[in-house]
């Protein structure tokens, strides 16, 4: 049976490696466990829907039309925010190609000298020197690079961020550099309309028991007691949260530096990248250049796939009339499971020109979003963005599950 | 020179990629884009120390410019943050009109200094804006020549 090589073309998130998931055609972007910021949705338009629905013909009469107008237009922000956050790229970088691999093994190789058999070569970590401060940049097995400097390796998405602050499962994304000021943008949106919903609320309830009576009011007005449970416990969570964001901000430190203690401590480095000034630091965060994406998610690309020559036909007539299908769905770590496409299974699928790189356990640290060292942190605040120990063990035995 | 080519197709026509070099990041200054201004040695048959320099800062200028942060780039975070981002869906940012600049520019480059010379730059911004590649490349009709094709025989093999 003959082999018959076609090359169909597809987009490139098709074949990005990771475990991102992604929709109209790559322009959203996402991590796998979307359930939490479903959740977070349903809160937010489900409690503003409440407050539009009950408060605001009343307040709108009573007090001044423009509230329900600002509420609206603050929770639009809101939304925008949370949208942005979640469907961005969170500045994920791309692995080593294999020539680009070799390359570093190679120096990796040269810089280690030769090893005594029986011992473990020495770990691989490069020194740079940021601002007259060492600081060590470490190897990502799994990425097949040297992490540059904040970057971390996130176990739930599977793949480096630059500036990697953490895995925000209520946002359903990563962090990182491209979309942290959407992020907290968004706390401080959201925080501001707790704030707004919470007071009006109360507003709300006082100046009808002044008419009515405190139980009829309740009866009249039933969502007000679900929209004030609600925003009483969001407001210590958003509220703390936007606070601990804006210290971090004001010190130019993201949450992964601050749980692992990188830049506390006495015999530690100082911080290198901030400025010493809680103005020039907000600055840089904030209106910082906007990073433009290095995936190119929606660029084309070639590829190839062999199939045996029984099945070649049929798949000939398939293949073109689905150019952009997502029909590859085998991870590229594992070469021997089979690709299925349309109504033909393709047999092997072989020589993808996207960086095929084998999908090794990263062995050191690359865990920033467990939970568990939070512990350590006594505020309430950081309870919400953490990912829970659960999710996270989850993910690596499916990992280890895999190999 | 080992090997002289005239322009770019010529070099894809009659050549074989021999070797890859990276360029790597640059880390002084922090974690603005910066890449080292190192000759490495692959390249010193190839081609003038100077010229490979003047490529190489003249791209850290351009990304220099791209990451400034001052009145323009706050004025434009201020702007696009009153629309809730969404002016960024028609705008184009001033990051990627500097990107849409390097690549002309490397274009240039390649088609004027690299490419007679059998090597060619590629954008780091296919790289994950990691590394500088360049691609050496040897005359198909040459026998082997001194920069072996070790590496990329060697990256097949694993």
């Given at each position: 049976m003959s082999a018959v090589m076609i090359t169909r073309k597809v987009r490139k998130w098709e074949k990005l490696p990771g475990k991102n998931t992604f929709c109209c055609d790559g322009r959203v972007m996402m991590a796998r466990q979307k359930g939490v910021f479903y959740l977070t949705l349903f809160l937010i338009v489900g409690t503003c829907a409440l407050f539009f629905a009950f408060e605001c013909p009343y307040l709108a009469v009573h007090?001044?039309?423009?509230i329900p107008v600002f509420a609206a237009v603050l929770f639009l922000f809101v939304i925008a925010m949370l949208l942005r956050t979640s469907f961005s790229d969170p500045g994920v970088l791309l692995r080593a190609r294999p020539e680009e691999a070799t390359f570093i093994e190679m120096e990796i190789e040269a810089a280690n000298g030769n090893v005594p058999a029986g011992q473990r070569p020495p770990p691989r970590i490069r020194n740079v020197q940021i601002n007259n401060q060492i600081v060590k940049l470490k190897y990502c097995y799994t990425c097949k690079i040297f992490r540059p400097p904040r970057a971390s390796h996130c176990s739930i998405c599977d793949n480096c961020v630059d500036r990697f602050d953490h895995h925000c499962p209520w946002v359903g994304n990563c962090v990182g550099k491209r979309n942290y000021r959407y992020f907290y943008m968004f706390t401080l949106s959201l925080s501001l309309l707790t704030i707004y919903i919470f007071t009006f609320d109360i507003v709300h309830v006082v100046m009808r028991s002044v008419d009515n009576g405190f139980l009829n009011t309740l009866k009249e007005t039933p969502g007000t007691v679900l929209e004030v449970l609600v925003c009483f416990f969001t407001l210590w969570s958003v509220v703390g949260l936007t606070g601990f964001h804006t210290y971090l901000i004001s010190l130019n430190q993201t949450t992964n530096e601050d749980i692992k203690g990188s830049w506390s401590g006495k015999n530690r480095v100082q911080n290198p990248y901030s400025h010493k000034n809680i103005l020039k630091n907000c600055f840089e965060v904030l209106c910082g250049p906007t990073y433009p994406s290095v995936l190119d998610r929606r660029g084309m690309m070639q590829e190839d796939s062999s199939i045996s020559s029984a099945t070649a036909v049929s798949a000939v007539s398939a293949a073109p009339a689905a150019?952009?299908?997502?029909?590859?769905?085998?991870?590229?770590?594992?070469?021997a499971s089979p690709s299925s496409s349309s109504s033909n299974p393709v047999s092997q699928t072989t020589k993808i020109t996207a960086p095929l790189i084998l999908n090794m356990h990263t062995p050191d640290d690359a865990k920033p979003s467990i939970a568990a060292s939070a512990e350590k942190r006594t505020s309430p605040k950081e309870e919400t963005p953490k990912v829970l120990p659960e999710a996270d063990a989850e993910a690596s035995v499916a990992k280890d599950k895999a190999h | 020179m080992a090997t002289e080519f005239h322009n770019l197709q010529e070099l894809r026509h009659s050549a074989s990629l021999a070797n890859k070099v990276f360029v790597q990041r640059d880390y002084s200054e922090g974690t603005t884009c910066r890449f080292q201004t190192k000759f490495p040695s692959e390249l010193e048959s190839r081609i003038e120390r100077k010229l490979f320099e003047d490529t190489v800062k003249t791209l850290n200028n351009y990304y220099a410019e791209a990451e400034k942060i001052g009145g323009q780039s706050y004025l434009e975070g201020c702007l696009a943050c009153s629309t809730a981002y969404l002016i960024f869906l028609c705008m184009e940012t001033r990051y990627e009109k500097v990107l849409k600049k390097i690549a002309k520019y490397i274009q240039e480059q390649n088609e004027k200094i690299f490419a007679p010379r059998g090597l060619l730059i590629t954008d780091p911004l296919e790289r994950g804006m990691r590394v500088i590649e360049i691609s050496i490349y040897e005359d198909r009709g040459s026998s082997g020549s001194s920069s072996g094709s070790s590496s990329v025989s060697g990256s097949t093999a694993r």
């Open positions: 007090l001044s039309p423009a150019p952009a299908a997502p029909a590859v769905s085998a991870a590229p770590a594992v070469s | -």
